[in-house]
C-alpha cells in the first residue's frame, strides 16, 4: 500500500473541478486484495468533508487497520452515482458502509446519497431475506457528533451506531467485523456486535412505546442488550493531538493544517449541545499539541487551531511561540472575548489574517448571564480593539435570536453594543489609514438535546422575522456594517430534525429522495406535525427520545440549570478534578 501524495496518483476527484487525487498529501491508496472493503461516507460535498477533522481522523484509523481498505464516498455535485474517490467504486462493491454525520442536515442527505447509488436506505429492506452483508446490501454504521445527540430521526436507516469517539471504540469493532462479517448472517452480526461492545446501539432491536398525547412512554431493549447506550470517549491524547492527516487544496478550508487543542469544553454554555455531550472537558497537553504540529507536512503553514473557545492563556503561549519560531500563520472559527493574550496578538499580526470571529451569542449583559457565555461587554469591546490593533480590519460577530426571555431591550442593547464596536474598530482603523467592516451573522436559537435549553420551545417564526426586520432596519442606514441571517423557517426545520423521533423516519426518506415538495408536505403526508417537536415547552419528567444514549448526565441537572437560566443565574466553568455538578464524573470518586 501507498500514502497517497508520496507517489503521483492523477485519479480526478468527482466535483472538484478537475482536481486530481496528486493534489493531496496523506491519502491511502491500499490493494482490495484479501482486504474488507469500507466505503466511508461523508454526506455532503467533498469540499465540506475534507474539511471535517474527525472525518479525516476516521479515514486514516480504518486504513491503518492491515486487513481492511476504505476509501472515501461523498455527495456528488451532480446526478450522477456516487463512487469512491480512491478507486471510483460505486457503493455496492462496499460490503460495509461507514457515515460521518456531523449536522442535522446531514440526515437528508444521506438519505439522498444512498438513493442515488441504489442502495435500500432501510435497514429493514437491506435485511430482507437471509445471510451477511452482500453487494447491494452493506451493513451501514453511522457515528459522528449528530449520532450521540440524538440517533432517533435516522433509526429506521442505520443498522449499527457507534456512540462516541472512533480511537476507542471502533479498532475492537473493526476486528470483530474482519473475522465474522461473512460468517454470520445480519441479525446475529448485529446482536453479537450490541451484546459484545460498549457504545454499540444496533436500533432495530429496540422496541419504541408513544403515549396517546404522543410523547415517548418507552423504549425496551431485549434481554441481553443495555438498556441505554453508554457514550465512549478518548480520555487522553497521549502522543499527538488530533491532527489533519490530508492536505487538499480543494477543501473549504484549502491546505489548512488543523490541529484540535482538546475535547469539548468547560465553559458550561446553556445552549451549546456539543459542550454537554462531550463531557469531561479535555485539554490536550501542550506536549502533545506541539507534537502534532511537529508532524505537519514540510508545506503546511497555515494552522488551524480547533477549540481556541476552551484554550488557557498560559497554554497559547508557547503554541503561538512554535507558530512563529516556524514561520506558520494562525487560523481559527472564533475566539473567545476573554482569552487573547499578546503572545496570540503576535501570532495573528505575522499570519496576516484579514478576518477574525467573535460570539457573544446573547444579544445583551442579562442575556448572556441567562445562557451562561461568561463573557462581558468589557471583553467583547477589548477583544474587538486588540484584534484591530493586530491588523484584523474585518470583525465578525455571531448572535442568535429567540433565545429564552428574550426581550426588545435586549435586542436594542445588541444594537448598542455593535454600534461601540464600529466606533473602537473604526477609531484604530483611521489611526492606521485603513477603514474596518463589520458582518453581524444573526442565526434563530434552537434548543438542542442534552442542554439545559432542550426543555424550551423554538420561538415562533413570525415572531423570529420581526425581530430580523428590526434589526435589518436599524442597521440599514450604517456604513461598515453588514448583516447576514438564515431564514427562521429553515432553522426551524433544523430544529425539528434535532428534537425529533424515529417517526420522523417515513418523512425524512420522502424529503431525502425528493418525493414530497416540501418538509412540510412530507410532514403532512405521514400524520407528524413540526410544532409537537420544535414549538412545544418540555417538562422535567418527559421522557426524552434521545435519552436512549447514556452521557451520564443527570437528568435533574439539566432541568435545574434551565431553572437558573430562567432566573438569570450563572454557573461557574466545569473543573473534572473537583466538580461532580452534572453527573458524568461521579465515577472519578
Not at 434 to 460: D, E
Request: with cysteine.
Amino acid at each position: 500500500m501507498t500514502r497517497m501524495g508520496r507517489t503521483p496518483y492523477n485519479k480526478k476527484i468527482p466535483g472538484t473541478d478537475g482536481g486530481s487525487l496528486a493534489s493531496e498529501t496523506g491519502g491511502w491508496k491500499k490493494k482490495w486484495k484479501d482486504r474488507l472493503p469500507v466505503g466511508l461516507i461523508y454526506p455532503n460535498t467533498y469540499r465540506v468533508g475534507m474539511s471535517n477533522l474527525g472525518f479525516q481522523l476516521v479515514y486514516a484509523l480504518l486504513n491503518r487497520h492491515p486487513s481492511i481498505v476504505a476509501e472515501r464516498i461523498f455527495l456528488p455535485d451532480t446526478e450522477n452515482s456516487p463512487l469512491s474517490v480512491e478507486s471510483g467504486r460505486p457503493l455496492g462493491d462496499f460490503p460495509i458502509l461507514l457515515c460521518s454525520v456531523s449536522f442535522e442536515h446531514d440526515y437528508l442527505l444521506l438519505l439522498k446519497l444512498l438513493a442515488m447509488a441504489g442502495i435500500p436506505p432501510l435497514a429493514s429492506e437491506r435485511a430482507a431475506g437471509t445471510g451477511p452483508a452482500s453487494p447491494g446490501r452493506p451493513l451501514i454504521m453511522a457515528g459522528g457528533v449528530a449520532t450521540f445527540i440524538n440517533p432517533e430521526p435516522l433509526a429506521p436507516f442505520i443498522d449499527l451506531f457507534i456512540i462516541g469517539e472512533a480511537e476507542p471504540t471502533l479498532p475492537p469493532i473493526l476486528d470483530y467485523l474482519v473475522d465474522h462479517l461473512f460468517g454470520l448472517d445480519r441479525k446475529n452480526l448485529l446482536w453479537e456486535i450490541a451484546s459484545r461492545f460498549p457504545a454499540t446501539y444496533a436500533p432495530g432491536f429496540y422496541e419504541i412505546a408513544y403515549n396517546a398525547d404522543g410523547t415517548l412512554a418507552a423504549m425496551t431493549a431485549p434481554a441481553g442488550l443495555p438498556t441505554r447506550i453508554k457514550k465512549v470517549i478518548l480520555p487522553t491524547a497521549e502522543q499527538a493531538a488530533g491532527h489533519s492527516q490530508i492536505l487538499t487544496p480543494h477543501a473549504e478550508f484549502a491546505d489548512l493544517y488543523m490541529t484540535e487543542l482538546g475535547r469539548g469544553c468547560s465553559r458550561g454554555c446553556r445552549f451549546c449541545a456539543a459542550g454537554f455531550v462531550y463531557r469531561p472537558p479535555r485539554l490536550w497537553t501542550v506536549d502533545a499539541i506541539l507534537k502534532a504540529l511537529a508532524e505537519r507536512p514540510d508545506k503546511a503553514r497555515r494552522i488551524g487551531l480547533l477549540g481556541m473557545e476552551m484554550a488557557k492563556p498560559g497554554d497559547l503561549g508557547p503554541i503561538a511561540n512554535y507558530l512563529l519560531d516556524n514561520g506558520c500563520s494562525l487560523s481559527f472559527s472564533s475566539l473567545r472575548a476573554d482569552v487573547i493574550s499578546p503572545e496570540l496578538l503576535e501570532v495573528l499580526k505575522k499570519s496576516g489574517l484579514k478576518s477574525a470571529a467573535i460570539a457573544p451569542d446573547g444579544a445583551s449583559e442579562r442575556l448572556r448571564r441567562v445562557i451562561n457565555k461568561g463573557i462581558t461587554e468589557d471583553d467583547i469591546l477589548n477583544a474587538a480593539a486588540s484584534l484591530v490593533q493586530a491588523g484584523i480590519m474585518h470583525l465578525k460577530l455571531y448572535y442568535m435570536i429567540g433565545l429564552p426571555t428574550e426581550t426588545e431591550q435586549d435586542l436594542d442593547e445588541m444594537l448598542n453594543l455593535i454600534l461601540m464596536v464600529k466606533k473602537k474598530i473604526l477609531a484604530h482603523g483611521r489611526a492606521k489609514g485603513r477603514l474596518g467592516h463589520m458582518t453581524i451573522s444573526l442565526n434563530s436559537f434552537i434548543p438542542k438535546p442534552w442542554t439545559p435549553f432542550q426543555y424550551h420551545p423554538f420561538a415562533a417564526v413570525a415572531s423570529l422575522r420581526e425581530k430580523i426586520r428590526h434589526l435589518q432596519k436599524q442597521l440599514a442606514g450604517e456604513a461598515n456594517i453588514a448583516l447576514t441571517t438564515e431564514r427562521p423557517e429553515k432553522t426551524y426545520f433544523q430544529a425539528v430534525l434535532a428534537r425529533g423521533d424515529r417517526r420522523l423516519g417515513s418523512a425524512l426518506l420522502d424529503i431525502g429522495t425528493a418525493t414530497a415538495p416540501t418538509w412540510q408536505k412530507a410532514l403532512l403526508r405521514h400524520g407528524l406535525q413540526a410544532d409537537f417537536y420544535a414549538g412545544r415547552q418540555r417538562d422535567q419528567f418527559e421522557l426524552m427520545p434521545w435519552e436512549i444514549i447514556d452521557h451520564g448526565i443527570d437528568r435533574g441537572y439539566l432541568w435545574h440549570e434551565y431553572e437558573k437560566a430562567l432566573a438569570g443565574r450563572t454557573t461557574t466553568p466545569c473543573d473534572p478534578s473537583i466538580c461532580r455538578r452534572c453527573g458524568v464524573c461521579h465515577d472519578a470518586d
